[in-house]
């Protein structure tokens, strides 16, 4: 099984900060990469996904990969405490059915 | 915008009793996914269906457990005897693509809380 791994954290920021979430993973095949963000008690919904090396921008998200580090991270620039919650990194299986995700990081946005 | 959804929220159950949870996928998606996520823990993957059958599931995924589309819509899983490590948030997921490649992006539903006491 791929191993996803990710700081627990809580990562505090303050707000209008930028939030720094990082993700390493073990398996160099690797190919799809995918950020979901949990509220507590709430079910895992998709910020970004990425598939290649750089950078991928959607609004204040941006998503970073690089492959060859095995490494891939998101930012989230003008942090809001809307943002306070689990981030999820996760990536497919050696099939491509199973997502496996990492154990996420809690980040805190303190007005 | 389409959702996936689950019913009930929230299950509680004793140990030993069957429980089924259900799930309707987006309606144009062909691939469903169970996952289920301990207080705590971090998510994990149970299951994948694609053409009424199983197309890749996990460890924990043992004789206990089954999974089935009885109608065009509603896809299900069965818990046959419930332990108390079965207590979960149990996910049902969908997509359209299913090749785990650029694209196949996964949608989840809200959950269902499954409580065994």
């Known amino acids: 099984q791929k191993e996803v791994e990710q700081n627990s954290g809580p990562l505090s920021v303050p707000e209008g900060a930028i939030a720094s979430l990082n993700c390493t993973y073990s398996d160099r095949v690797s190919q799809s990469f995918f950020w979901y963000r949990q509220y507590s008690g709430k079910s895992p919904e998709l910020i970004m996904s990425?598939?290649?090396?750089g950078d991928k921008e959607d609004g204040r998200f941006t998503a970073q990969l690089n492959k060859a580090s095995q490494y891939v991270s998101l930012l989230i620039r003008d942090s809001q405490p809307s943002d306070s919650a689990t981030y999820l990194c996760?990536?497919?299986?050696?099939?491509?059915?199973?997502?496996?995700f990492g154990k996420g990081t809690s980040l805190l946005v303190t007005p | 915008e389409p959702e996936v959804t689950q019913t009930p929220s929230h299950q509680v159950t004793q140990m030993g009793q069957e429980v089924i949870l259900r799930c309707v996928p987006i309606?144009?998606?062909?691939?469903f996914y169970w996952y289920r996520q301990i207080l705590g823990q971090k998510v994990e993957f149970l299951v994948s269906?694609?053409?009424?059958?199983?197309?890749?599931k996990s460890e924990i995924f043992d004789d206990q457990f089954s999974v089935e589309r009885p109608d065009g819509s509603n896809f299900t899983l069965k818990i046959r005897s419930t332990k108390l490590e079965d207590s979960a948030m149990y996910f049902c997921?969908?997509?359209?693509?299913?090749?785990?490649?650029?694209?196949?992006?996964?949608?989840f539903g809200p959950g269902t809380r499954l409580t065994v006491l």
């Open positions: 997921a969908s997509s359209d693509d299913g090749t785990g490649g650029a694209g196949d992006t996964q949608y």
């Open positions: 309606s144009n998606h062909l691939y």
């Open positions: 990425i598939y290649s090396n």
């Open positions: 996760a990536l497919y299986s050696n099939s491509g059915y199973a997502l496996n």
């Open positions: 269906f694609y053409n009424n059958e199983i197309s890749e």
